[in-house]
């Protein structure tokens, strides 16, 4: 028997390959669908415990987030891909020593920001832990009361002081959390394998938080007396407590690439923050805070900490690696969740 021989005409060959393209756009499509409807399962889920939550905490101004989950060379950077569903099973997990990475919010926020963050991490086989700052989140305090950066990090302080010697973990601080875990850095270092600041408060010696965004808001005094975002908690002959950006000013400085859905969870969820602890000058040592591994990463389309001022940090007080993250926010974990969770595997990975 021979080969056999087909012969097609020009209709024919074009017939199928259209055929193909078609089918081949049929398949692309359901994908493309599936996965943008889990992604908007997750949002929807996410949304409704956010509001679900604020129904119940209306007196606090946000909702109920919860506690969830249980080298001197500058390495840089650059990581701008989109959020994926894509599952990492890394293979130098069984091999790490450091798998805990503590996530600790800024100002205004709360547990409930991380939760793709949280998503990814375990995906990949770490263990992500994140809860509510003092007066943040579901935490009963009143933000009003607090007045210290000790009593606003006082979960991060017990949940360190709680650990056993022999256990590290990684601690990421996003915006103001920096100076929480510049704190921890100073009080707990055998206890910190590395701190990661995104787009954080990275303060030296002697400066407050606050100083960080002074170029934004000008300077402290100036802030403290004709903000109209202060809260007068204690009354107005009295010095202001908190403070919180209107919704437009919030959209504008945080969330200016941020998917909408995640905006909308956050405009329900977030509350006042305390101005005290903003205003506390850190106290850090050469032996302490300056012997601690330090990473850093940059935002690059952020309008709350400009790129310019997140250079001068790192000019004033450099770490130990530098990573950059293109088309982020003041919020990543918002705008750029797979790109923060590759860099957040390469530093668990450096030796």
Known sequence: MGNRLICMTKKDSKENGSKSKRMAATLGGRSQRKMQAEDELLHRQALSMAIHQHQLSQR???SMSRRIGGSTS???RNLS?????????PDFLENLKTKR?????????????????IALLEESGLLPTA???TGSG????????VTTLVDYSKPLINFLQNISEDEKVILVGHSSGGACISYALEHFPKKISKAVFLCATMVSD????????AEELGSAELFMQESKFLIFGNGSDNPPTSFMFEKQQLKGLYFNQSPTKDVALAMVSMRPSPLGPIMDKLSLSAENYGAGRRF????????????DVQEKLLRENPPEGVFKIKGSDHCPFFSKPQSLHKVLLEIAQIP
């Open 60 to 62: 606090f101004e946000g």
């Open 74 to 76: 500058s390495r840089r």
């Open 81 to 89: 891909d989109p959020f994926s569903n894509a599952k990492q099973l």
């Open 101 to 117: 990475i503590v996530l600790i919010h800024g100002e205004g926020f709360g547990a409930w920001c991380w939760y793709k963050t």
């Open 131 to 133: 809860f509510d700052l």
């Open 138 to 145: 579901i935490d009963l305090t009143d933000t009003n009361s």
């Open 206 to 213: 002697g400066q407050r938080p606050f100083d960080v965004f």
């Open 296 to 307: 850093f990463i940059q935002t690059l389309d952020d309008r709350a900490l400009s790129p």
